[in-house]
């Protein structure tokens, strides 16, 4: 890695004791050894093992559930249900005032994903933990199911979520977050050529090495501590306090290093169902999700449809940029609508645009429910716009990168949500990739800056 | 469960325990014989956190029967640092950046030392086939690759 | 078989912290009896190196070496709130609020330092390495070792500080969408070139270029491993990934990692990583969040060289050979047609 010291060096101060020096991390020696403490590094006797029951269907109403057999497993010591958890429907960003609860700890009347959490089956060992479940009758009617984003916003199609009418998250916009700036049609109205394209993405699994998991442990005086892997300590203790309607103080999450987590470890999905265990049982729990549990029940980065309509002129400027995004949240909102509705601000890219209409939908379907991934909001959307910039710049025939050059924005240009650039570097990373990959652009290009507009 | 009797040395040292019977050898290290170095990050032999060497040979110890190590000699990562000295390849890795979450590396490290066992003077091909049994979600690899190939420079240094 | 080799570019920003604000960071920081600092906090290390971040930037502040810090995180019983390690928040947010905290203890830090050298606490200045003394006349000085017993067993002070950043959550105005989504934004621009088999429909990605604004690089190496293990990721979702490779069709789905495609240590990109620094105004020493940034500039760029290799678009991610020889046998169709 190369540090270019020469862009805006009158803004920085270099000559600092620690900050910008490469100092060694102080915990690296711990990875390598193996003295690194993760949460399942940790063993605990008579520690239970909890194994859920999923749901083989995509969308079912539950008719009834039978445990009696589960219970007479050998090793198991506990089934719970849903009747067991207190305040058992629940939406993680409830927190910050973003409802509504949408989602159960433990399904009661109906499933709307294939794999959603049932029955879970506290055992000595996992092996009994996994026999006990699989002994577990569920009695499904199944019910019809709805996979496709267009197809859910359809006025007959399947109820995904009773909490979500229509399949769509309902802001206080209305069924979609709203951007309007300028005037949108008189920028298509004036453009030389108008490209209207469609991208599309699928579900990414955030993939780290060490899956979500939990150990909790009684402390005997009535408090809980919860050694998890969760990105937000508070974020978990907040809502497993909610779900459990047990106070703050009587719980203690202890954290260390995570095996990864790239955004894949900020629902609050294992815990609270483990402390309730803890609690009934009286003894530690480990509820860590297996690796096919990791891919396929964890919650994904969202799948998007983004259909962007651009109006360029033949010198290279995007005089209108209207945007419709779909994120799929799946089942239950988790992070979605939060995520969603972060392309309002983005969709124009780092590029100053005078009109642009933005449109973003969450909508519901009966996948596995999608939530944060590195990137969130925008990894796709970056996607769908450069390759949209990519098709602009070839329609008009342009090299794409000077085409990029003369749409970047600049510090003090009014962005569509209505906030003055700052800080921009656009122009800079563009002039620096363009010597470095020899990609030669004009002279005009290599004088620009991101701190003003040249005369 | 029937619980049997194991014995084996585990990073020079003799250890027998009883375990039960068809545990995984990653399970009986993790949580019978205190040594929780090697990773289980999938239990299903696809990402390599559990590496150890069993015998001189590399062995995926969550698919390994803790019964079967019956009188072996087992390495695992934590038992590489010598009197506090790390290991050439510990070494570089902390030099070179080369671990983020760290919970790959032991597992990682593992199957490096299995090659730098056999093959003192690897290529970078050598140690790409060496390790692309152990996956890393975090550095991008090249790090990884490039502390190994530095490791055995400064083997072959101290050789020398 | 012909091979065809094609490049294409992409340029992006991010932004730092949770989208629209509200998202709090606490810091405490103390000093021990003998002078070294402890940073408490609720923060979590997901193996980005936090905790070496946060040394450093509060060893800076204080003007001590990294060294005599020790960050105390992820224990809910003693760290104050964080909102959490997630939406490039971590270095900016926390590292904000280790800032104050540490500024607050720095102040009394040298109150205590000038009672024992009477002189004026405005008057002092730290040397980086564990010394105080007076600006101008470095013999006259007093060790952060001295400071700390003279506070503990003789003046009774605490050498401690506390520290709150919190970004006002921004309420999106209904009907203009007029909004304060984040407050400081990192970019990047990346060339890639790619060579696509128009047999087998493989891509193989040849080399990125990748050139970052970061704000400030608080620790270089470790900004390095974020931009080489991001860009991988954002090659590795342009081409290989993803849980649902029929979706909106739900089956077939991944489970392991045989199945769940990421690229191996055999098939990585030759990866050029160039940074510039333009600090962030309201960023620790002008950090900005570059932990998600990294990883997608890569799939467009892939995405646009796939197109000058072979002429074809694929417009859904992830760009699989089987998306690709559809792709070239639309187009070639369409030439017949044509």
Redesign the interface.
């Known amino acids: 890695m190369e540090i270019r010291k020469d862009y805006f060096s009158d803004e920085r101060n270099d000559d600092l004791h620690e900050i910008g020096h490469s100092r060694t991390r102080s915990d690296t020696p711990g990875h390598v050894t193996g003295k690194t403490a993760y949460f399942a590094d940790r063993t605990f006797p008579g520690l239970l093992h909890l194994k859920m029951v999923r749901s083989p269907h995509h969308h079912a109403n539950i008719r009834s559930i039978d445990v009696s057999e589960a219970e007479k497993h050998p090793g198991v010591v506990r089934v719970l249900t849903a009747r067991d958890v207190p305040h058992n429907l629940y939406t993680i960003l409830i927190l910050i005032q973003v409802g509504p609860e949408d989602e159960t700890v433990l399904a009661d009347k109906k499933v709307s994903w294939k794999g959603e959490a049932v029955v879970a089956v506290l055992a000595t060992s996992e092996r009994a933990a996994q026999e006990g479940a699989a002994k577990v009758k569920v009695d499904y009617e199944v019910l019809p199911a709805v996979f496709d984003m267009e197809e859910a916003l359809k006025p007959d199609a399947p109820l995904v979520n009773e909490h979500h009418p229509g399949n769509h998250y309902l802001y206080d916009s209305g069924d979609h977050r709203k951007v309007r700036f300028g005037d949108v049609e008189a920028g298509f109205a004036k453009a030389d050529h108008i490209l209207e394209q469609t991208y599309n993405s699928s579900p990414i699994e955030q993939a780290p090495l060490e899956t979500t998991g939990c150990i909790v442990t009684p402390d005997g005086n009535d408090r809980f501590t919860c050694y998890t892997d969760t990105q937000a300590m508070f974020f978990t203790l907040d809502n497993a306090s909610i779900i459990l309607q047990m106070p703050g103080h009587k719980l203690h999450m202890v954290g260390g290093t995570v095996g990864g987590g790239f955004g894949g470890k900020v629902d609050v999905i294992v815990e609270p169902i483990a402390i309730l265990a803890a609690k009934l049982t009286g003894r530690p729990v480990s509820f860590i999700y297996s690796r096919e549990e990791e891919m396929q029940i964890s919650s994904p980065r969202a799948a998007e449809r983004i259909v962007i309509k651009d109006g360029v002129m033949n010198d290279g400027r995007l005089v209108a940029r209207k945007v419709t995004g779909y994120t799929d949240a799946g089942a239950y909102s988790r992070h979605s609508p939060y995520g969603a509705q972060k392309g309002t601000a983005h969709y124009p890219g780092p590029y100053t645009i005078e009109n642009v209409w933005i449109d973003t939908y969450c909508v519901y379907t009966n996948r596995t429910p999608s939530s944060a991934m590195r990137g969130f909001g925008v990894t796709i959307a970056d996607f769908a716009l450069e390759v949209q910039m990519d098709k602009l710049a070839r329609l008009i025939g342009m090299d794409p990168l000077e085409f990029r050059f003369i749409n970047a924005y600049r510090d003090g240009d009014m962005k569509a949500h209505r906030q003055p650039t700052e800080g921009a570097a656009l122009i800079e990373c563009m002039q620096e990739a363009s010597r470095v990959a020899d990609w030669p652009v004009a002279d005009r290009f290599y004088e620009m800056s991101s701190r003003s507009r040249e005369a | 469960?029937a619980r049997v009797p194991v014995q084996f040395t585990l990073n020079g040292q003799d250890r027998a325990e009883f375990v039960?019977s068809g545990v995984t050898l990653l399970h009986a290290l993790?949580?019978t014989m205190?040594?929780?170095?090697?990773?289980?990050?999938?239990?299903?032999g696809?990402?390599g956190?559990c590496t150890v060497i069993v015998d001189g040979e590399l062995r995926l110890s969550c698919l390994t029967l803790a019964e079967t190590c019956e009188g072996a000699s087992i390495e695992?990562?934590?038992g590489?640092?010598n009197e506090g000295l790390?290991h050439p390849?510990?070494r570089a890795?902390?030099?070179g950046?080369a671990?983020?979450?760290?919970?790959?590396?032991?597992g990682m490290?593992m199957a490096a030392k299995t090659l730098l066992d056999h093959t003192p003077n690897p290529t970078r091909d050598d140690?790409?086939?060496a390790?692309?049994g152990n996956?890393?979600?975090?550095?991008?690899?090249?790090?990884?690759?490039q502390a190994v190939l530095t490791a055995a420079q400064s083997n072959s240094q101290k050789a020398g | 078989m012909v091979l065809k080799r094609g490049r294409g570019v992409a340029a992006i920003n991010y932004p730092t912290g949770m989208n629209l604000g509200g998202d709090p960071s606490q810091a405490l920081v103390h000093s021990t009896p003998t002078g070294s600092f402890m940073v408490t906090l609720s923060s979590v290390d997901l193996g980005q190196g936090l905790r070496q971040v946060m040394s450093q930037i509060c060893a800076e502040t204080i003007g001590v070496p990294t060294e005599a810090v020790t960050i105390d995180t992820a224990d809910t019983d003693t760290g104050p709130h964080c909102m959490g390690t997630f939406a490039s928040r971590g270095t900016h947010r926390i590292g904000n609020a280790i800032v104050q905290a540490a500024r607050e203890a720095r102040d009394v830090m040298l109150e205590v330092a000038a009672e024992e050298l009477e002189v004026d606490a405005g008057d002092l200045d730290t040397d980086g390495t564990g010394n105080i003394h007076v600006k101008g006349a470095p013999q006259k000085s007093i060790s952060v070792f001295d400071t700390a017993l003279a506070a503990h067993f003789k003046h009774g002070r605490s050498i401690s500080g506390r520290g709150m950043f919190l970004v006002p959550r921004s309420f999106p105005e209904t009907e203009t969408g007029a909004m304060k989504p984040a407050t400081c934004y990192a970019h990047a621009c990346v060339v890639a070139d790619v060579e696509v088999d128009d047999e087998t429909g493989e891509v193989t990605v040849l080399s990125v270029k990748n050139v970052y604004d970061v704000g400030r690089a608080l620790n270089p190496k470790m900004v390095e491993q974020q931009l080489v293990g991001g860009s991988w990721m954002g090659i590795s979702h342009a081409l290989y990934e993803t849980t649902e490779p029929y979706y909106p069709d739900r089956e077939n789905g991944g489970t392991d990692f045989n199945q769940y495609l990421m690229p191996g240590p055999g098939n990585l990109a030759d990866t050029e990583t160039i940074v510039i620094e333009r600090p962030a105004a309201d960023g620790p020493y002008g950090a900005k969040g570059v932990g998600e940034m990294c990883a997608n500039p890569q799939i467009p760029a892939v995405a646009n060289a796939i197109f000058d290799a072979v002429g074809v678009r694929v417009d859904t991610m992830p760009i699989t050979p089987e998306r690709v020889l559809r792709a070239l046998k639309a187009q070639s169709q369409e030439a017949l047609a044509g």
């Open positions: 469960m039960e993790r949580h205190g040594d929780t170095s090697p990773k289980a990050g999938c239990q299903q696809t990402c956190a695992t990562a934590a590489l640092a790390l390849l510990q890795i902390v030099d950046f671990a983020q979450c760290g919970f790959c590396t032991p490290i140690v790409v086939e390790i692309s996956i890393c979600r975090c550095t991008g690899y090249e790090p990884i690759i």
